[in-house]
């Protein structure tokens, strides 16, 4: 059974960081393509960041420069450093899973983050 666990989200003042984690399990960890999304009641999910298998990585343009997504095959793990935090990233944020050339695409639950003072 896969399993994608967020963590890391909470209250955070304008300016603050926070770090997601997202924890994997199931999977073949290493050879999955790894995305952050976030999405807002009532809108679509959008894309945050992702990390290839390589370690290759691509950002949304409204959070380059300020947010990092790395990952640890060895804990099947992957992360989001968040800093400068704005009032406009407050959001669910997903993690998700998928390998190149698939359609099948793993889901976290979500972990909510509030930016707000």
């Known amino acids: 059974q896969v399993q994608l666990v967020e963590s890391g989200g909470g209250l955070v003042q304008p300016g603050g960081s926070l770090r997601l984690s997202c924890a994997a399990s199931?999977?073949?960890?290493?050879?999955?393509?790894m995305g952050w999304y976030r999405q807002a009641p009532g809108k679509q999910r959008e894309l945050v960041a992702v990390i290839t298998r390589g370690g290759i990585t691509n950002y949304a343009d409204s959070v380059k420069g300020r947010f990092t997504i790395s990952r640890d095959n060895a804990k099947n793990t992957v992360y989001l450093q968040m800093n400068s935090l704005k009032p406009e990233d407050t959001d669910v944020y997903y993690c998700?899973?998928?390998?190149?050339?698939?359609?099948?695409?793993?889901w976290g639950q979500g972990t909510q983050v509030t930016v707000s003072s």
């Open positions: 199931g999977i073949i960890f290493s050879i999955y393509a």
């Open positions: 998700n899973a998928k390998r190149s050339g698939a359609t099948l695409v793993y």
